[in-house]
Each structure stands twice: as structure tokens, then as C-alpha cells.
């Protein structure tokens, strides 16, 4: 039985990309439907557009559409000449494609533990982690929050190595007067459907403004093909659907409106829910923070995330686990107590339903919800 059956109502979603399709109407359909029509279904007229626009929207010079958030990744990496022998610091406390994207491109992954307040990359425990073989920190703008990156990008030019910045969850952030991904020597997007601003299938981009990486990207995404059709390094498949480019086009003039309402689902959760046991995520005092998720701490979540499954709320786990507790990094050789603060982290979070077209009513029964479990309401 699903565990939000037999409630009497209807649940609330976690996420419901449904809505937000329909409230586009005509403006998606039509140029979809135009697309189909031109036969122009990879990269094309519709990539170059956009390409221009997210530019605009990162305070970069220029961006490359890319087939997901996580190739954007490993084509920044490819890019910068970074590979075997080569190591990366990064946070333990993220999506595991930022760490994978590193071991696809031959590299080691540093782990450096989070600052407990932002769960962002320490950027004290970033720098300790720096070896001699370390040629960037990729660093993870988690739940739409930015990391300290004036810290981290003073560290990698004392060291003469790349910042990255992985801004998959933080299309939009910005801190002191700067968005995400301008930051470091390139910033790396996705357009998963959940994202701020997701498309209706994997999609992603590389925001930069070096002329000569922007260039490199772009023949890695076509198998390292250079204009003239000669290969001259292996790259890969990472080609941006011309279709997504379009849904993303659909999307963005509404962005601001729908970034202000995740704003606002996530300053009245914080209202009501203050004075409970519950560790509530913060605004950014440096800049804008996104809200691509609404992640609370709780000593009790297991228990919390039953009771809201119980009474119909839909809630989300980011992340579980640890990346060096991950099946898939053994081989580097961390255990249980290597990066504390990401492992107390694991065990605390929880995401209530955050998106833009979540009822009132809905986030209503969410905080009763809540607040009926701290009371100890059966």
C-alpha cells in the first residue's frame, strides 16, 4: 500500500512539474510544435538562443547548452586538461555525479567536510585538503544557497589551481552582486525537471567567459569535433536537445515570478516552524539564495518523514548518504567518521514540498503536519 493511502485526502506532492506545464499553455506547445515541424531537433537555432539568454541571466560572457548537469561537469574537467594523476577537492555532501564527474575524467576526489551552518564546502577544510596534485575545488552551491566562494576562489588563486562551481541547484543565486557560476573559471548548470528551471527531460549548460574554454567545451560536446569536422581529442556526446532548449526558453521570463513564490512557500514554512525541534536552512546575508529545496535538520526524521507520509505529505531525503560512504568511492578509502559533519547532516535531513505551484492549503497541511508531530499527535 502506498504510504499515502487511506489519508481521506489528496496528497500533497513533493513536486508536481505537471502544473507549471500548464500554466505555459500555448507559449510551450506552439514552439514545440514548430520545432517538430523544422526538423531542427539537436543543438541548432534553438541551443545558440538559448545559449545567449542563460549567458545574459549568469553574468557571463557566453555558455554552451550541454545534454545534463552532470556532462556539463565532466566536460568543464576534460577542458581544463584535468585527469589521471590529478586530484579535486570537493564537499562529500552532494549528488554523487559531482564526484563521479571527476572519476569519469580519470582524477581523484578529495572530500573536505561541509560547514555545518550552509552544509557548503568548508572552505578551511577545502584548503587543508589541497595537495601538490590538486588542480581544482569544485564546489557545490547546495539547496540554492552559494557557497563561500569569495573564500574558495582566494584559495585557488593563492594556489594557482581552478574554482568551478557546480550551480545545478542555483540557477539564479547570487552572492554579493555576482550570480552562480561567475564565480570560479566556469559554472556548471542543470535543467532536470525538479531544478528552479528545468526542462521536460535532462538538459544542462557550462557558463564561462574564456573565449578559448568556451571553445574547447564546445567540440568536447560533439565528440571533439573541431569546425573543420577533424577530431583532435576524444570528447563525447553531450549535445543539448533542441526540444529542452525550447521548453527552457518557455520558462525563463517567468523565472523571477516563480523563484518569488519559492521564496515565499520557504519564508512562511520558516515562520511556523521556528520554534520547533526542527534546525530551519537560512536566507543568505551575502546575497539571494534560490530555494531550489527547503531541507530542515532533525534529530527524529525518520520518524517525522513517517508521520508526514502518514498524513499525506510528500517529503524528499538529500542525501542519505555521504559520498565517501558510497559504494562507488570505496576504493578511496574513508569510513564511517571521515567527515563527520556531512555524516550528522545525512542522518537529519529532510525536504518538505517546495515548488512554485504549491497550494497555499497545501503548505498549510504541511506545517500543521509538522507541528502535529512535535506535539506528539498520534
Known amino acids: 500500500m502506498s504510504p499515502l493511502a487511506g489519508t481521506g485526502r489528496n496528497p500533497v506532492p513533493f513536486f508536481d512539474l505537471a502544473r507549471q506545464h500548464a500554466q505555459l499553455g500555448e507559449s510551450l506547445t506552439d514552439p514545440v510544435d514548430n520545432l517538430l515541424l523544422s526538423g531542427n531537433c ?180 560533439t565528440h571533439g569535433a573541431d569546425p573543420s569536422g577533424s577530431h583532435r581529442f576524444v570528447g563525447g556526446n553531450f549535445r543539448m536537445d533542441a526540444l529542452q532548449a525550447l521548453i527552457l526558453q518557455a520558462k525563463l521570463p517567468g523565472l523571477p515570478r516563480r523563484l518569488q513564490a519559492r521564496r515565499e512557500h520557504s519564508a512562511a514554512y520558516g515562520e511556523a516552524l521556528g520554534a520547533t525541534e526542527a534546525k530551519l536552512p537560512s536566507e543568505d546575508p551575502a546575497g539571494e539564495r534560490v ?28 542525501y542519505a548518504t555521504p559520498l565517501h560512504l558510497e559504494p562507488c568511492f570505496s576504493f578511496l578509502g574513508h569510513s564511517e567518521g571521515s567527515f563527520p559533519i556531512a555524516e550528522g547532516a545525512a542522518r537529519e535531513i529532510l525536504a518538505l514540498p517546495l515548488f512554485p505551484e504549491l497550494r497555499e492549503d497545501e503548505r498549510a497541511r504541511t506545517i500543521q503536519a509538522v507541528l502535529d508531530f512535535e506535539r506528539g499527535a498520534p
Open 42 to 221: 539537436v543543438l541548432g537555432p534553438a541551443v545558440a538562443r538559448l545559449e545567449e539568454e542563460l549567458a545574459s541571466w549568469s553574468g557571463t560572457a557566453r555558455s554552451v547548452g550541454v545534454s545534463s548537469g552532470t556532462d556539463a561537469l565532466q566536460a568543464v574537467l576534460l577542458a581544463l586538461g584535468i585527469g589521471p594523476g590529478d586530484e579535486v577537492v570537493t564537499t562529500p555532501f552532494t549528488f554523487v555525479a559531482t564526484a563521479q564527474a571527476i572519476v569519469r575524467c580519470g582524477a581523484k576526489p578529495v572530500f573536505a567536510d561541509i560547514d555545518p551552518a550552509s552544509l557548503n564546502l568548508d572552505p578551511i577544510a577545502a584548503e587543508a585538503a589541497c595537495g601538490p596534485r590538486t588542480r581544482a575545488i569544485l564546489a557545490v552551491h547546495l539547496f540554492g544557497l552559494m557557497s563561500d566562494v569569495e573564500s574558495l576562489a582566494a584559495i585557488a588563486r593563492r594556489r594557482g589551481i581552478h574554482l568551478v562551481e557546480d550551480a545545478a541547484q542555483a540557477f539564479g543565486a547570487s552572492r554579493s552582486g555576482r550570480f552562480a557560476g561567475s564565480w570560479g573559471v566556469a559554472g556548471c548548470h542543470s535543467f532536470y525537471p525538479t531544478k528552479v528551471l528545468g526542462a521536460a527531460g535532462d538538459a544542462g549548460a557550462v557558463c564561462a567567459s574564456d573565449p578559448d574554454l568556451v571553445a574547447k567545451i564546445r567540440q568536447i560536446r
Open 291 to 318: 530555494w531550489s529545496q527547503y531541507c530542515l535538520r532533525h534529530a527524529k526524521r525518520d520518524a517525522l518523514r513517517s508521520h508526514l507520509a502518514s498524513a499525506g505529505i510528500g517529503t524528499g531525503i538529500y
